[in-house]
């Protein structure tokens, strides 16, 4: 008998159990990603934004741009399950009539929908519902002795030093052959060279070294 549209449906559906609890697993790791890159870009623009006072004002007071977690997800989905495989899994014969191998098998799932239901008998809500939480927690602790790197190649290393003071980096000279140069030395040479690029989050209780012409 030909297969009609409610089975081939039905099938075409069917998704491995496994895989579907995969892509929930996957969606909420997304999530969390997403808040987590929200409050580093955040965090990162309150020292991008030189100049503005009420900017200035937050960082003097130690402000941080607040994190947020997911840390409790709950799924629950309704669907109708069945048992398949392959190498004999099903029970069908072999070659002269021995019975096959039992393969791997695998739950499958399918979405209950109103044709479904009334077909099967199925008595379930088809609708599925998802419950979480998002609270926010304090920011890492990494983020306490660290800020961006500001861009200084071009400048003065007076320049670069009253910018990257107000950051709470300290910064270190070098001549182009290696050498420490003092600060006071380097004031009016020009940094052609940085250890950290731009943006980088580089530790307040070190030094980053700057490269002179």
Partial sequence: MAQDASDLLSESLATPLGEVIAAVGRGVAEAQAALDHASLAATLAMYEA????????????GYQPTFYVLPETTCEVQVSMHIGGTGGADG????????API????????????????????????AAKLTFKIVPVPPPAALDDAAPMPEVRGLTGAEAVAVMSARGISAAFVSATGETVTAEDAAKQTVA?????????????????????
């Avoid at 731009?198 to 209780?205: D, E, G, M, N, Q």
């Fill in 103 to 126: 393969g791997k098998a695998r739950t499958y799932v399918t979405p209950v929908d109103a044709a479904f239901q009334q077909r099967y008998a199925f008595q379930a809500s088809g």
């Fill in 92 to 99: 069908s014969a072999g070659t002269a009539g021995q019975i």
């Fill in 50 to 61: 030189e100049g503005d006072e009420g900017v200035e004002a937050l960082r003097s007071i």
């Fill in 193 to 213: 060279s940085q250890d950290a690029p731009p943006r980088a989050l580089v530790r307040t209780t070190g030094a980053v070294t700057l490269g002179l012409k």
